[in-house]
């Protein structure tokens, strides 16, 4: 097993929720994880007046996870994200929305192989960073193991060599979004049998993964663990994460650590013309099942959005914390 594998532990795109402040603050508790941006449409990089692209180096190691199904858009994205210095480009062939599937993307491409193929094939031709794919363990009807192996044996094919793999399939239509993360059962076994087929590639196991323990039991079948929901709602898992799955010497980062260590960014960002309710929304979290955590989210949350909002908005929630 790669100890210092790149993905060996990383938290998972989340639409509105993986944003850059976002990811600066869980940087705080973790040097090691491979932190993602939430999807990005090569539309909106190519055309959109605003740069999606830009990022703080401080979040660092990150990578770019792209939604899109035109080879060559999604080579000049690419293109684009090696010059910016993100550290992975991710194709989206996961996401179920029904937004997505109108724009072409997402979990609907699981039903095109060749074309995902093409894709990255397309993508890894103009950049020499990794490019890996994101995607469930099937879709609709199509879900036998079969299935997912040809799906991944052509695009290991195309020369992908890392795949993040929710173990879950997708229903493209019926469920919502949130429902397609609850509702399809959990078969981490499937991803387990990828591995052992495929020794050769990297495969990345996500979905329902909450504990450290957990973390540590699909470490000893796979190449890496991705957390979503319960890194952003709880954050302070992040702070051992470091000590727990890449350096025994790592020190534990506590929440209040990791929100001290917010206050220069925070000035920073407000002297950009940056709403402090933006950064803060995403540390409301991290106190959970600590003394004064209800009080610390109250009190963020009650005045986080006021006009001129400052760093002592924050340092006064803290005050609240045993």
Not at 22 to 44: D, K, N, P, V, W
Not at 61 to 89: F, H, M, N, T, W
Not at 216 to 223: A, E, K
Not at 230 to 255: H, I
Request: net charge neutral.
């Amino acid at each position: 097993m790669k100890t210092h594998y790149r993905g060996r532990f990383s938290v998972a795109p989340m639409l509105d929720w993986t944003t850059r402040h976002c990811r600066y603050f869980h940087r705080q508790f973790s040097r090691h994880a491979l932190l993602y941006t939430e999807m990005i449409t090569t539309g909106a990089i190519i055309h959109a007046k605003y740069d999606h692209l830009l990022y703080d180096p401080g979040e660092q190691p990150v990578a770019l996870q792209l939604g899109g199904s035109d080879p060559s858009q999604l080579r000049l994205c690419a293109q684009k994200a090696e010059q910016y210095g993100y550290d992975e480009i991710n194709l989206n062939v996961g996401c179920p929305s029904d937004r997505v599937q109108n724009g072409f993307f997402g979990a609907c491409l699981m039903a095109k192989a060749d074309l995902v193929a093409e894709c990255v094939a397309k993508m890894q031709s103009a950049v020499s960073i990794p490019v890996t794919v994101k995607t469930r363990i099937g879709i609709d009807d199509f879900d036998s193991y079969e299935f997912l192996y040809d799906f991944v044996q052509t695009l290991a094919n195309a020369g992908c060599q890392e795949f993040i793999i929710h173990a879950r399939k997708a229903w493209l239509s019926g469920l919502s979004p949130k429902q397609n993360r609850e509702i399809p059962p959990l078969d981490y076994q499937r991803v387990y049998q990828l591995k052992r087929d495929f020794p050769q590639l990297s495969i990345v196991i996500n979905g329902g993964i909450k504990t450290l323990d957990e973390m540590q039991q699909h470490l000893q079948f796979v190449d890496g663990v991705m957390v979503g929901r319960e890194a952003y709602q709880n954050p302070s898992l992040l702070g051992y994460v470091d000590q727990v799955l890449f350096d025994p010497q790592s020190a534990v980062v506590t929440p209040r650590q990791a929100v001290e260590k917010m206050l220069p960014y925070i000035e920073k960002e407000l002297q950009a013309g940056t709403h402090l309710n933006h950064i803060s929304r995403h540390m409301v979290g991290a106190f959970q099942g600590c003394k004064g955590a209800k009080q610390w989210r109250r009190y963020l949350s009650e005045n986080a959005h006021k006009p001129n909002a400052g760093t002592e908005v924050v340092q006064t929630a803290l005050s609240f914390i045993d």
